[in-house]
């Protein structure tokens, strides 16, 4: 059964049982009131005689005959012998018996002997008894009728309530299907824009709206996915070429150490040779391996870091293995994080391993350390060549090599800013890559900062 049908159904069913209950409620009601009434005419007939038994008689013919009773008046004596006084419309089907006529002398009552009317009695002298007897075919006749008028109002209630449903959820349940409709398109690959939902519920817009939110978030999740994919395809390509070329060198000056008639000299070439590319191939497992750990454990909040030290540090280094550079470095004092120092090393020697690299020998460099009351901002600047354009506003560093150049001493692998990217975040900061001021790249790394006495 479709949604419409079944709450169309559902309040129609809702509107039926309200009616009914308010029909029974009044078709009690007014049985309850006819059947008083009755009792009260009878009881009133009934009071007008006990007084006076001898002229209980004529008492009851001339109430009921002055308020125009629609009652039945039967005498009953002692034998049992019945002798009817007045007939009412519906006349008595039976005649009382004295056990009756004893059972009802306290109270209007009703027997199986008497069916369909209700009676009392009351003495008249002599031991005779008048029985005055009224019927209640008019009362359920009444209540019958009351009845079924009842039960056409509460028909009549769900048929309208049913098509008033089935009116206002239109508009809505035709939009409910556009919807659904387009979360099947969308199940089978069609990410195209959700219907314009303006009017209807709130409810349905909320889930248009809903689902509009899901199929943006899904997009960038497919983006994303994709964004990754080609980058690792480019890191796989860049991996191999790496790998590839220094075990090419190994074999090929294996072979050559393998000659006796090998010159000293050139020996110890091809042994320096083969040494150099195991060292270089050792240094792309290092940064693979850190590259694991680093996204298998975020977070790492290990021991306390002072940034202030390694900054420092570093850049003195730098400056006395590049002296024709300008090296600035401004550290603030007291700078710690919640860190690794091992990994905080890691980062800032690639950075200055970069520098050295794709910049020129003369090119300036500038370290700067400030923190907030919570951040701390590490900030490693040169005046080389900076970036092509479109770099910065990347987000995905993962494997990407922004030099296109294959060769090993201007390349490098392709893993230094996936490097730092990848291990700020797992000390719970952040890499930001932008234009410096020297005319080169800055790169921007912040840390939360590790409160002053904690």
Request: charged share 25%; proline share 4%.
């Amino acid at each position: 059964m479709r949604l419409s049908t079944r709450l169309a159904v559902l309040l129609g069913a809702t509107a039926a049982a309200v009616a009914l209950s308010t029909g029974w409620y009044a078709v009690s009601t007014s049985s309850n009131a006819q059947y008083g009434q009755l009792r009260a005419s009878i009881d009133a007939v009934a009071a007008a005689g006990l007084g006076h038994p001898v002229s209980a008689l004529s008492d009851a013919i001339n109430l009921v005959q002055q308020d125009n009773l629609n009652l039945s008046l039967d005498l009953v004596d002692t034998s049992g012998k019945v002798v009817q006084v007045a007939r009412g419309t519906v006349p008595l089907r039976a005649q009382p018996t004295l056990a009756d006529v004893r059972a009802s002398l306290t109270a209007t009552r009703s027997s199986a002997d008497l069916p369909g009317f209700l009676y009392r009695s009351i003495p008249v002298g002599g031991g005779d008894y008048l029985v005055i007897a009224g019927s209640t075919e008019g009362v359920s006749s009444a209540v019958h009728d009351l009845i079924g008028r009842t039960a056409a109002a509460g028909a009549a209630a769900a048929l309208l309530v049913y098509l008033v449903a089935r009116l206002l959820l239109r508009r809505d349940l035709r939009t409910l299907g556009e919807l659904t409709r387009y979360a099947t398109r969308v199940a089978r690959g069609d990410l195209g824009d959700p219907p314009d939902v303006t009017r209807g519920s709130t409810d349905v817009r909320d889930l248009a709206d809903a689902l509009g939110v899901m199929v943006t978030a899904l997009r960038r999740t497919i983006d994303t996915e994709k964004r990754t994919t080609e980058s690792m395809q480019r890191f796989i390509g860049d991996a191999s070429h790496e790998l590839r070329t220094p075990l090419t060198v190994v074999a090929g000056y294996t072979e050559l150490l393998a000659r006796e008639d090998l010159a000293p000299d050139a020996r110890e070439r091809a042994l320096s040779r083969v040494r150099s590319e195991t060292d270089r191939m050792s240094s792309l497992v290092s940064d693979l391996l850190f590259l694991a750990e680093a996204r298998e454990r975020r977070e790492v909040r290990d021991e306390v870091v002072d940034l202030s030290a390694l900054c420092a540090r570093a850049g003195a280094d730098f400056a006395s293995d590049h002296p024709a550079r300008d090296v600035e470095v401004s550290v603030s004092p007291e700078v710690s994080i919640d860190g690794r120092e091992d990994w905080v090393t890691r980062i800032l020697a690639n950075a200055l391993s970069n520098i050295a690299r794709h910049t020129g020998d003369d090119d300036p460099v500038r370290i700067t350390l400030r923190a907030s009351v919570d951040t701390a901002v590490l900030a490693v600047e040169d005046g080389g060549p900076g970036l092509p354009p479109e770099a910065y506003a990347e987000r995905d560093v993962q494997f990407r090599r922004f030099d296109p150049s294959r060769s090993r001493d201007s390349g490098g692998s392709g893993l230094g800013m996936s490097i730092m990217a990848e291990g700020a975040v797992a000390l719970g900061g952040s890499l930001e890559r932008r234009p410096s001021e020297l005319g080169g790249l800055a790169l921007v790394l912040r840390f939360p900062r590790r409160a002053a006495g904690s």
